[in-house]
């Protein structure tokens, strides 16, 4: 009978590189918690001697650190072995949590909490040489349901303070008295101290929990920041107790208003990627809102910005136009305006934040722009018939104005409408704004801004159009 060591050495690696599919790529949190690598690469690698030696580099490519002292010294042997540690290229750190209800207690951090031999691995990147990509993500639980129901827990803490972001030593004394918070400034204090090889360039903090850290203020993490080349950053995403969703919570809206303590630290990264959540959008000033620290002066060198679940607003299109004449690729992924929402304080509908872009793309010379994404949508009916799927635009109003939206949409494919949505004002959830939405698809002035953009991209040889 045919078996595997039969087959050429092509197609031996072929099958390996199957097996180890990554994991889809989902909105947060679910992502978190689907595997990063497979456990059938492993169980192949089990077999012989020979495929043992063929999966080892797909095998170490990617290695999992848990806070845990089994996880700590296993991977402490994949570092301090010869044959191993030139194949790590990625390594991703999860700690798990417990957010207790009770305030009251004081819980320091434990050997158990976070072992030794976690430590070492962090403190010794150096000792993974070929070491590109390192990810950082703390849990409230193994599985997603357990997230969901530590969120809910926690949900009251980041209500009403996530503690100073700014003030180091109130940060500090806060990190004493609750071990989970001491977890998050171990964490990010053992990389600031690490001895890392010159080929970590990437830094990944994922489900970011909405609370202030004493690392981001000190100057070990900040040079950090500033060796990267690729930065990703995705912030918690489930919603609260009772209906009520991040953005009532005032520690989610502290943490993200001051991110400007890493932004501007990003002195030489070129890809920039920023999640919020749909249960939080940041974007804009006012009630249940909160701007995004996004500055004309931060990442001078920045080609690729990526940006999902945010409000469009006039600061964030200052951003994009003032990197003009670096960007590459900009995309935008379930982001809405908030123009008719009376909470903000800034009222930018598409055509306004279009318009700025498309302003700067006519003023620059030969401007490197390849290809800028939003997410396609198609006219819906009104959320309360099937319309609130995500993909469409429910669009609702006087019944000739919709008639007439839906013969503009037969007769000009390219005509897509742009998302136009308010956060309530009690409970802080996103609602799609149907007449707003109507409005501005006949009107025009959006798709006439998205347009001007795309014509200075499609006269650029392999620009890329966005078909809707």
């Not at 030969?366 to 609130?388: A, C, N, T």
């Not at 501005?440 to 159009?465: E, Y």
Request: hydrophobic share 35%.
């Amino acid at each position: 009978m045919p078996s595997l060591l039969d087959l050429s050495a092509e197609l031996q690696v072929a099958i390996i590189e199957y097996l180890d599919t990554p994991a889809t790529r989902r909105d947060p949190p679910a992502a978190y918690f689907a595997p990063r690598t497979s456990r059938d690469v492993a169980n192949l690698s089990a077999c012989c001697r020979f495929l043992r030696r063929l999966a080892a580099p797909t095998l170490y490519r990617k290695i999992h650190l848990r806070s845990t002292d089994k996880s700590g010294k296993s991977l402490q042997a994949v570092g301090d072995s010869a044959r191993t540690a030139g194949l790590v290229r990625e390594l991703n750190f999860e700690a798990s949590m417990t957010i207790d209800d009770d305030w009251d207690d004081r819980l320091t951090l434990s050997e158990e909490d976070f072992p030794a031999s976690t430590v070492d691995v962090l403190t010794h990147l150096k000792r993974f040489p070929n070491l590109e990509v390192l990810s950082v993500q703390f849990k409230l639980g193994e599985t997603e349901g357990e997230d969901f129901e530590g969120a809910l827990s926690a949900f009251e803490q980041w209500r009403n303070d996530a503690g100073p972001p700014r003030d180091l030593n109130a940060l500090k004394r806060l990190e004493e008295t609750a071990e989970w918070r001491a977890v998050m400034a171990k964490t990010y204090d053992s990389i600031a101290d690490s001895e890392r090889p010159s080929t970590l360039t990437t830094l990944e903090l994922r489900n970011l929990l909405p609370s202030g850290v004493s690392s981001f203020n000190t100057e070990p993490w900040q040079a950090f920041l500033r060796t990267l080349k690729t930065f990703r950053i995705s912030l918690h995403g489930h919603e609260g107790g009772c209906g009520s969703s991040l953005s009532t919570a005032w520690g989610y809206f502290d943490l993200v208003r001051n991110l400007d303590l890493v932004f501007s630290q990003l002195a030489n990264v070129t890809e920039l990627r920023f999640v919020a959540s749909r249960y939080g959008l940041p974007g804009l000033p006012g009630q249940h809102h909160t701007a995004l620290p996004l500055n004309v002066e931060d990442m001078p060198l920045l080609q690729v910005l990526e940006m999902q679940f945010c409000f469009v607003s006039e600061r964030i299109a200052r951003f994009i136009g003032s990197h003009i004449k670096t960007l590459k690729r900009v995309r935008l992924e379930d982001c809405y305006s908030a123009a008719s929402d009376y909470n903000t304080e800034e009222h930018t509908t598409w055509a306004t934040f279009l318009s700025i872009i498309a302003n700067s793309l006519d003023a620059a010379e030969d401007p490197p722009l390849e290809e800028f994404f939003i997410s396609p949508r198609k006219l819906g009916k009104s959320r309360w018939q099937g319309g609130h799927d995500g993909l469409s635009v429910p669009i609702q109003g006087d019944e000739q104005q919709v008639e007439l939206a839906w013969s503009m949409s037969r007769a000009e494919p390219h005509r897509r409408p742009f998302d136009y949505a308010k956060v309530d004002d009690k409970y802080g959830f996103l609602s799609k704004e149907e007449e707003q939405n109507l409005n501005a698809f006949l009107s025009g002035h959006d798709q006439a801004a998205f347009d001007k953009v795309m014509a200075n991209i499609g006269r650029k040889p392999g620009g890329k159009q966005i078909s809707v």
